[in-house]
């Protein structure tokens, strides 16, 4: 294969490698698959107009109209000219399937639907990316430069991922990377003629005259390096420190009984989680509550609000204790139940946070994770995360009274500056808008309870998952004008006029209860997701409130106590506030109910909680896999089962008239030059068949039987090649493995395993490939020359007719 052939099949490798970061973005994967094809085929075509007309902006020119007839036939081939061309409707076909591409990724959480949208813009990205690769690379013999497309490729993936690409696929983006600068320094060097390396160190190590001759010292040199700093690149980062959080990296970091705290804001997945096109579980669990229309599953507190959005500060993290502190403002004389809930959480849902009923007194969790005081939430340290985890958590279920509410004195200062604060940007009609609704109000909780029913029911407010999910200051003004949007405008635009009017205020982000199931475990879906305000009451603590219409259920102790002139009850819940059904005793098992809701009777042994029911694989999935894992073992074995083949095929019975004689001896004679070149001795095409055996003796270190065997093929050689009648030998196949069996007890257990699993002599399959190619290209180019020169011809005698009749 020429240098540039070899530049272009790397760039396309390189690109593929690259775009392996964008598979764990769509569900299923056989994308990559078309792209590979089409990919192949845009190569293709520009290694042939390379071959025949060497102007650069042609190539490139030719690669572009391809890409596109591909892309017009793949995706618009209906509206195509012919099913090929592409004409007005074919543009405006992409146009629209971009647009619905672009819908569809701000629509889905990853793993998203491989939608006709999202495969044209991986597709079409992919097959643009590998055009610049293949351009600067092959095309300008520029390798080095094509990296950049090539990072861009990867971090895009990894960007859309969250972080999640994973150390897998930049390895595999950086070897494809080297592939190509490794194939290019192969290249340059080999303009220069052939290196001389010197004589060979070892036995078996390199022998003047074998085929290729080039010296291998460079490219082995330039792939040690390359595998160095692809080491060093992986492991730098990983005893490094940690350099902060943000929102994609998601880290926590600390040491004993420290750090501060600054993971993945989960509104950035939340709208993704209410679109999904199908209810995924995520969450199974048993809990003690006898009501668990309340028993919302928080993820985090969302207490600083900048005018941009809505996000968690950063706070000091401790080690988790045994048993949490008591929630602040919660005084004697409330009401709380304590509540145990068994959890277990779905394989396939990621969260730095730990999904947990509040406000929680203990946990009990295994693996690494940290405790955040003031949001009394849990957040996994460094790579941990709730994937499949099963865990136990003892909360509180406090029940306060409207009057508790309505009387509870002032917070402390501190508290009330803190969760008070609103940017300066926050329009003016936010505040005005809240002391319209809460007119007439005599307290703080007689303002939130108005607020709620302002927004669920008295509004006039429409519950809607496709509205654009601002959130900041200018996104609250315009959800109070507009009226549309889901739970994140709702609680962030309660919150905010809550703060406006002196009242303590965040929002929680989680999941609501869930739906019961027949054996009385609560199943909790993505589709759950939801956020809500918590206002703080001193003597309470911080409560929740409901003001999203149609979703969760409105608290107890907000409802009734400051009626709406529209409406006589607020909205009724969309969860079922109906006791769960029970997998427990009901009347004779001797324990009163109130202490059973207090915890009093004991665990009961039907708590535990199954796993979470996981999505079956996509069958794409499944034979991708398949087929990955067949070719994984396959490939490596295909040295191994030519070579079985080809002995077979040279030692077998073959023909046995006068003129297969040579023949069979000379296939005899190839298999020994083979073997011994798999065992280290390369061949020496200057030798005589004498000479050769000699040195196969000397250098393989035969002895006895095995030596006599090469020699006895090397005259048989000589007769067939020599001799006016050649004779048959008599044999020569016992003699080959003879020479093998001698080969093999000469080396050692290493050179020994080369032999049978890496053979040196499979490169002569590589040989064979390349002179037919280069055979059709030759076939090729002569057909294409006759044709020039028959056109040339043609051209001329008009011309020549039309002199003689001017003459």
Not at 121 to 149: K, Q
Not at 690 to 705: F, P
Not at 761 to 785: K, P, Y
Request: charged letters at 20%.
């Amino acid at each position: 294969m020429s240098g540039r052939g070899r530049l272009a099949l790397c760039a396309w490798a390189a690109t593929l490698m690259a775009s392996g970061a964008l598979l764990p973005l769509v569900d299923p994967v056989t994308w990559i698959v078309q792209a590979a094809l089409l990919l192949a085929v845009q190569s293709g075509v520009g290694e042939l107009v390379r071959r025949v007309a060497p102007a650069r902006p042609l190539t490139v020119l030719a690669q572009a109209a391809v890409t596109l007839v591909a892309l017009t036939a793949v995706f618009a081939g209906e509206r195509a000219v012919a099913g090929l061309l592409p004409g007005p409707e074919v543009f405006q076909r992409f146009g629209a399937l971009l647009t619905a591409g672009a819908e569809d990724v701000g629509r889905y959480a990853i793993p998203a639907p491989a939608t006709d949208g999202i495969r044209l813009m991986l597709v079409g990205g992919v097959l643009l990316i590998g055009l610049v690769v293949d351009t600067l690379a092959v095309t300008f013999r520029s390798a080095a430069p094509a990296g950049l497309p090539l990072l861009a490729l990867y971090s895009v993936a990894a960007g859309l991922s969250g972080g999640g690409a994973g150390w897998l696929w930049f390895l595999l983006a950086a070897s494809g990377y080297l592939l190509l600068l490794l194939a290019e320094g192969r290249d340059r060097l080999s303009r220069w003629g052939r290196v001389f390396g010197g004589a060979p160190p070892s036995r078996g190590a390199g022998v003047s005259g074998a085929p290729g001759g080039a010296a291998t010292a460079p490219v082995r040199t330039g792939r040690r390096i390359g595998a160095v700093a692809l080491g060093i690149a992986l492991a730098v980062p990983a005893v490094l420190p940690s350099l902060g959080g943000g929102l994609l990296n998601g880290q926590v970091g600390g040491g004993q009984g420290g750090g501060t705290i600054s993971a993945v804001n989960p509104l950035v997945s939340l709208q993704d989680n209410l679109n999904q096109p199908e209810d995924r579980e995520v969450l199974r669990y048993r809990t003690t509550a006898q009501d668990t229309s309340g028993q919302y599953l928080r993820l985090v507190a969302l207490d600083q609000f900048d005018g941009t959005s809505w996000k968690s500060s950063e706070r000091r993290v401790q080690d988790v204790p045994e048993e949490l502190p008591r929630p602040d403002g919660l005084r004697e004389g409330v009401s709380a139940s304590p509540v145990t809930t068994r959890i277990s959480a779905a394989g396939s849902y990621e969260q730095k946070y730990l999904p947990m009923p509040f406000p929680a007194t203990k946990v009990e969790i295994e693996g690494g994770w940290r405790y955040e005081p003031a949001g009394r939430t849990l957040v996994g340290d460094s790579e941990q995360t709730t994937r499949g985890k099963r865990y136990t958590v003892t909360s509180l279920q406090v029940e306060p009274t409207a009057e508790r509410l309505a009387g509870s004195p002032a917070p402390p200062g501190p508290l009330l500056r803190e969760y008070t604060r609103v940017p300066d940007t926050l329009p003016g009609d936010v505040r005005a808008t809240a002391v319209k609704v809460t007119r007439g109000a005599g307290s703080d909780y007689e303002r939130a309870v108005k607020l709620q029913d302002w927004f669920s029911v008295d509004g006039g407010f429409t519950y809607d998952t496709d509205v654009s999910s601002g959130t900041g200051a200018a996104a609250i003004s315009r959800f109070l004008k507009e009226k549309e949007g889901f739970c994140v405008h709702f609680s962030f635009s309660m919150a905010a006029m809550a703060r406006t009017l002196g009242i303590p205020a965040r929002v929680a982000v989680g999941f609501m209860p869930g739906s019961p199931q027949a054996d009385g475990i609560m199943s909790v879906g993505i589709r759950d997701a939801h956020a809500w305000p918590e206002l703080y009451f001193e003597g309470v603590g911080w409560t929740r409130f409901e003001p999203t219409p149609t979703r969760g259920t409105v608290p107890q102790y907000a409802r009734a106590q400051a009626p709406s002139s529209d409406a006589t009850a607020p909205a009724q819940p969309e969860v079922s506030a109906q006791p769960v059904p029970s997998a427990e005793p009901s009347a004779d098992d001797g324990c009163p109910a109130r202490a059973r809701r207090l915890g009093d009777c004991g665990t009961p042994a039907a708590l535990d909680v199954p796993p979470p029911t996981e999505p079956g694989t996509p069958a794409g999935t499944v034979l991708l896999v398949a087929l990955a894992g067949a070719a994984a073992l396959l490939v490596p074995l295909l040295p191994v089962l030519w070579r079985t083949r080809v002995r077979a095929r040279r030692l077998g019975p073959g023909g046995r008239a006068a003129g297969d004689v040579a023949a069979r001896t000379l296939a005899v004679w190839r298999e020994v030059v083979d073997t011994a070149w798999d065992h280290g001795v390369a061949p020496d095409e200057s030798r005589s068949p004498r000479g050769t055996a000699e040195r196969i003796v000397r250098l393989g270190g035969l002895r006895g039987d095995s030596a006599e065997a090469a020699h006895r093929v090397a005259g048989a050689v000589e007769q067939v090649l020599y001799a006016p009648v050649p004779r048959p030998a008599a044999g020569l196949a016992e003699d080959a493995a003879r020479v093998r069996a001698g080969l093999r007890a000469a080396c050692g257990p290493a050179a020994r395993a080369r032999a049978v699993l890496v053979p040196r002599s499979a490169v002569r399959v590589l040989w064979a490939g390349a002179e037919r190619w280069a055979a059709v290209t030759g076939r090729w180019a002569a057909g294409r020359r006759r044709i020039v020169e028959r056109w040339a011809g043609a051209v001329r005698r008009p011309s020549r007719q039309r002199g003689r009749r001017a003459v």
